[in-house]
């Protein structure tokens, strides 16, 4: 009973540890003055309103979520067809693809970032929007190679034997069996690798520099001149985000599922 008593006092203040850093910007986002004083000095929400009216907060915005659309659609098609790859040959090898397809992650990001700089520049496309998309495509291709993977192997192969035996090649078999299966892990995969997107930094000023602006970005561009709430209102809106898309999933999906945890039901 007392250790049941200290365990949970010990998680609260884990929990209130964790959770209070979150309070304080949440706090300072509803300042009326333009200051970053907490307790917050009156209520506004005019510094949330501000990203969405002010020109170069709306323009950081929309490029924010048009560069982790396109790079989370980019790391989806470059990992479905690595993570297939890896369920259908079980060679030893295979093995070596997957270590490719981690190896973006793995690395620190301040290295990988490195790695795009020079090459970009290299190749003479340094600070075209475009290249921050592939980039991070490239870079979060870990999410869901991680999540795709998963499903494939949660497939259970009887249903493809007997699609197989009824005659349906590997392309009726993809598409009426396999992607069904496995769609719950693509928009898990797409989902994860949407909000770290959003919130990526390093990668994404090593690619393009100032020359486009995303959230984070301008972030930093901004402290230059002095603080402003609006730099809390855009973190709380990124915490919000990531809530309701990581919310969505585990509503609607199989969240404990998605992270692996089938192996311990099956293994019992």
């Known amino acids: ?31 009326e003055r333009k200051s970053l004083s907490f307790p917050p000095e009156g209520f506004s929400l005019d510094w949330y309103a501000q990203i969405f009216t002010e020109d170069s907060w709306r323009s950081a915005l929309f490029n924010s979520v048009g560069v982790a659309v396109g790079a989370s659609s980019l790391a989806v098609v470059v990992a479905f067809p690595l993570a297939w790859f890896l369920w259908r040959f079980h060679a030893p090898w295979a093995r070596i693809v997957q270590v490719l397809g981690l190896a973006p992650f793995i690395l620190p990001p301040v290295i990988t970032a490195l790695g795009f700089l020079s090459f970009w520049t290299t190749a003479g496309s340094y600070g075209q929007a475009w290249t921050v998309v592939i980039s991070h495509g490239i870079f979060f291709v870990t999410l869901p190679l991680v999540t795709l993977t998963l499903g494939f192997e949660a497939v259970d192969d009887s249903l493809v034997e007997a699609a197989a035996t009824m005659g349906a090649d590997d392309r009726t078999i993809l598409r009426t069996i396999i992607l069904p299966l496995i769609l719950p892990y693509i928009i898990s995969g797409m989902a994860f690798a949407f909000v770290l997107s959003l919130n990526e930094y390093i990668v994404a000023y090593m690619a393009v520099g100032f020359t486009v602006e995303t959230l984070p970005i301008k972030i930093f561009n901004s402290l230059r ?11 709380v809106l990124f915490v919000a985000i990531a809530v309701v898309v990581f919310g969505l999933i585990a509503r609607f999906g199989d969240l404990p599922r998605l992270l692996g945890a089938w192996r311990h039901d099956d293994d019992s």
């Open 225 to 235: 001149y002095g603080y402003t709430p609006t730099m809390a209102s855009v973190t």
């Open 1 to 31: 009973m007392i250790n049941t008593f200290i365990l949970r006092l010990f998680l609260g203040a884990i929990a209130l540890f964790m959770a209070a850093p979150l309070a304080v910007v949440a706090g300072v986002s509803f300042n």
